[in-house]
T-cell receptor
Framework: DGGITQSPKYLFRKEGQNVTLSCEQNLNHDAMYWYRQDPGQGLRLIYYSQIVNDFQKGDIAEGYSVSREKKESFPLTVTSAQKNPTAFYLC??????????????FGPGTRLLVL | AQRVTQPEKLLSVFKGAPVELKCNYSYSGSPELFWYVQYSRQRLQLLLRHISRESIKGFTADLNKGETSFHLKKPFAQEEDSAMYYCALEGGQGAQKLVFGQGTRLTINP
């Protein structure tokens, strides 16, 4: 299970504050993803990156930002513009080589709560 | 629009009984479909994908393009099958962008 790590496990955000969730992988994967999980809604894609220094918006990117300066790291910032940030955030990675039928490997998740 | 629907939030069956978790999708092209599973206190992980036509832990899933379905089946449920199951669709836009269903929590009663 140590291939993808996320920190912290729990994160508290104050009103108007930006917070950053960490995602690191040592699987040498090119592609990385951020999902948001809300009760009864499954997972929704926030951002994804197929290669270093490149990333694309997913279905619910508003209020979030990412960077991909290193292959192994894909941090997610939840900005103050995200009005409903309370959720469980999952990071995933895949080789980026096998196309549409690839396996995505998931981290343990970060639960973000608003104070 | 691409959409995945899992109509059952909760499903409870007895050990040894057959189990079927339903998944319907909406996609105009040729879909790639997956089942992901999350056991208690474990990470979300791939269970199976339709392209492999494999049976994992006794589970199978057949893609039915006519009914736009990808139901997950197992003939004899075991207690260790209790978990949260997600159906997912890859819509073929150049990257592996998965669209997930809402999930079904399966409970196997002894």
């Amino acid at each position: 299970d140590g291939g993808i790590t996320q920190s912290p496990k729990y994160l508290f955000r104050k009103e108007g504050q930006n917070v950053t969730l960490s995602c690191e992988q040592n699987l040498n994967h090119d592609a990385m993803y951020w999902y948001r999980q809300d009760p009864g809604q499954g997972l929704r894609l926030i951002y994804y990156s197929q290669i270093v220094n490149d990333f694309q918006k997913g279905d619910i990117a508003e209020g979030y930002s990412v960077s991909r300066e290193k292959k192994e790291s894909f941090p997610l910032t939840v900005t103050s513009a995200q009005k409903n940030p309370t959720a469980f955030y999952l990071c995933a990675s895949s080789t980026g080589l096998a196309g549409r039928s690839e396996t995505q490997y998931f981290g343990p998740g970060t639960r973000l709560l608003v104070l | 629009a691409q959409r995945v629907t899992q109509p059952e939030k909760l499903l409870s069956v007895f050990k040894g009984a057959p189990v079927e978790l339903k998944c319907n999708y909406s996609y105009s092209g040729s879909p790639e479909l997956f089942w992901y599973v999350q056991y208690s206190r474990q990470r979300l992980q791939l269970l199976l994908r339709h392209i492999s036509r494999e049976s994992i832990k006794g589970f199978t899933a057949d893609l039915n393009k006519g009914e736009t379905s990808f139901h997950l089946k197992k003939p004899f449920a075991q207690e260790e099958d209790s978990a949260m199951y997600y159906c997912a669709l890859e819509g073929g836009q150049g990257a592996q962008k998965l669209v997930f269903g809402q999930g079904t929590r399966l409970t196997i009663n002894p």
